[in-house]
């Protein structure tokens, strides 16, 4: 089983992943060009990591999205298997329209930087059944573009269907709902602004972002 790492040009979070995924949780991680138009054979889930693909130009993800590899990463989502989007990766998912919403910049108009605490709003999924139901856990944050939004239905929907899985505590960008991650409406592909893989090791400052990456790994094992 391999867990793919998607790479675009200024991707910047690829090596945490794969730190993450190898080191910390003991699995295969595999990078893949984004100039591919397979996934390698046996992934068990994609991740796209964070970063400035193409610079951030037009709107950060808005170029990346029309890779080659994103027609495969479609195909990979649309067979129910798990892919997961972090910061950029999120990005990239809203502009490739597997999940809902845009993100837009922040509303302070600065890029942040710094820890932040989230709650844990559904613990029933494949990507969050470590956790507690309202848990708080600290992931860092890092963007410039990390303002969700969403219109009314949307909003709903998400909520209906517990698409939510983390909030900010302190809004730090305006994300509307102080959404920081979701997922689609299947619940196999999740999009987060906060950094799991930066929170994986005590080392970095904090082991949180284990429990998602320990989550998926069961999920998958469990054939989910
Ligand atoms: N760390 C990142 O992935 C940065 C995300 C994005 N390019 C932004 O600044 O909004």
Redesign the pocket.
């Known amino acids: 089983m391999k867990y793919s790492i998607i790479r675009f040009p200024g991707s910047n979070?690829d090596w945490d992943m794969f730190y993450t995924l190898q080191d910390v949780m003991n699995v295969t991680p595999v990078f893949v060009d984004y100039r591919e138009e397979e996934l390698p054979e046996n992934t068990a889930a994609v991740f796209i990591p964070?970063?400035?693909s193409y610079g951030?130009y037009l709107r950060?993800g808005a170029i990346a999205r029309f890779s080659p590899i994103m027609e495969a990463v479609k195909r990979f989502a649309d067979s129910g298997r798990p892919v997961v989007g972090i910061?950029?990766g999120f990005?990239v998912l809203t502009e490739a329209g597997l999940l809902p919403g845009a993100?837009r910049r922040n509303d302070s108009l600065n890029?942040i930087c710094k820890p932040q605490k989230l709650t844990v709003e559904n613990s029933q999924t494949r990507f969050t059944s470590r956790f507690n139901l309202n848990q708080t856990v600290m992931f860092p944050i890092?963007?410039?573009?990390?303002n969700y939004y969403c219109d009314e239905d949307t909003l709903k929907k998400l909520e209906s269907n517990q698409q939510i899985l983390f909030r900010y505590q302190g809004n730090p960008n305006g994300s509307t709902d102080d959404i920081a991650g979701i997922t689609n409406e299947r619940g196999n592909v999740l999009g987060m602004m906060p950094h799991p893989e930066r929170a994986s090791d005590a080392l970095l400052g904090g082991a949180d972002g284990k429990l998602l990456f320990q989550s998926l790994i069961e999920s998958v094992a469990q054939n989910i």
Do not use: V
Request: charged share 10%.
């Open positions: 979070c964070g970063g400035f951030d950060s910061c950029n990005q993100l890029f890092a963007h410039g573009e990390g």
